[in-house]
């Protein structure tokens, strides 16, 4: 059986209005094609819907049957229809993201908001986690995009540059590296470093940047907030990513850019290569992009 919606309407037009005269206006159509366009639908459901004499038209017992039915699935016609016109208005929708903790934390916020306010009817979902699970709930279906330090290019996924940010030291007030003039990567080597677990990226690339120096690591931590009260309590300094300074905003703190040669953080834009976004989520790639965060204008 391949009903038509047409077929349908012309239907629900004939049953309410009793008359092939008013239903075939109704549907804007020629009495002749309506009639034809009725009885195209009695021979694809193999009966008669409506008894006709001169005077009157009414449904037969099948039609009465029938007329819920059609009235259904006219109506749930209509609601998938507004409901893709509600997508593709980018009025509805979801939108899964996996960003680096720092990102989430600090710039992601406002962008999120904007993108509420203008999109309100989309549904957010964000992930905090490190680079290899931003990747992994790409790969698996659980993320839309990911904000990763982790370029990634295979059949599944493809990567591009998103933004980049240097690396600063963070110290005590009092500390003798706050007040040097100019800061190299040796002059860590005499001081005790407060540094981030070896899963993170920013552990990766200080330690990438430094080789083959070795730096003397006094402890590990999983939290950029809880490096900072270490520092704060003068156990060591630390090397951190630009985009993280927020963290460390305290008056007995001091952050310096220390520009080294490697000594910048890449975070790339990772999405599914191998099928197209959803319009919620490329209404929300469109935002991203617009609002990079531009790590050189914070102040040093």
């Known amino acids: 059986m391949n009903l038509s919606t047409r077929q349908l309407r012309a239907f ?53 049957v029938f007329e819920t039915s059609a009235r259904r699935v006219l109506r749930e016609a209509q609601e998938a229809l507004a409901d893709m016109r509600e997508l593709a208005a980018r ?38 986690v490190l680079s290899e699970d931003c990747i992994e709930r790409l790969r698996v279906g659980r993320a839309d995009l990911a904000l990763a330090a982790t370029r990634v290019d295979t059949p599944e996924l493809r990567t591009e540059p998103f933004c980049s940010d240097g690396f600063h030291l963070v110290c005590r007030r009092d500390h003798p590296l706050a007040a040097k003039p100019a800061l190299r990567l040796s002059d860590l080597a005499a001081h005790p470093m407060i540094q981030l677990a070896r899963s993170s990226s920013v552990r990766q690339y200080v330690e990438a940047a ?12 999983d939290q ?43 975070i790339f834009l990772v999405r599914r290569r191998d099928r197209g976004l959803s319009v919620a989520a490329q209404a929300m790639y469109e935002h991203l992009m617009a609002l990079r965060p531009d790590a050189s204008a914070r102040p040093a």
């Open 12 to 64: 629900v037009a004939l049953a309410e209005e009793r008359s092939f005269t008013r239903a075939a206006a109704q549907v804007h159509l020629s009495q002749p094609a309506f009639s034809a366009l009725i009885r195209s639908l009695e021979e694809e459901v193999g009966t008669r819907l409506f008894d006709r004499t001169t005077r009157s038209v009414e449904l037969t017992a099948e039609g009465v």
């Open 210 to 221: 430094v080789y083959p120096q070795q730096l003397q690591t006094v402890m590990e931590l």
């Open 224 to 266: 950029l907030s809880t490096v900072a009260g270490m520092v704060r309590a003068g156990l060591g300094v630390s090397l951190v990513p630009a985009l993280t300074l927020f963290h460390f905003e305290h008056p007995d703190l001091v952050t310096r850019p220390l520009p080294a040669r490697g000594l910048k953080r890449q």
């Open 91 to 128: 009025r509805r929708g979801r939108v899964s993201l996996a960003v680096l903790p720092a990102l989430a934390a600090g710039w992601l916020p406002g962008v999120l908001a904007r993108f509420h306010a203008e999109y309100p009817g989309i549904e957010l979902d964000v992930a905090d």
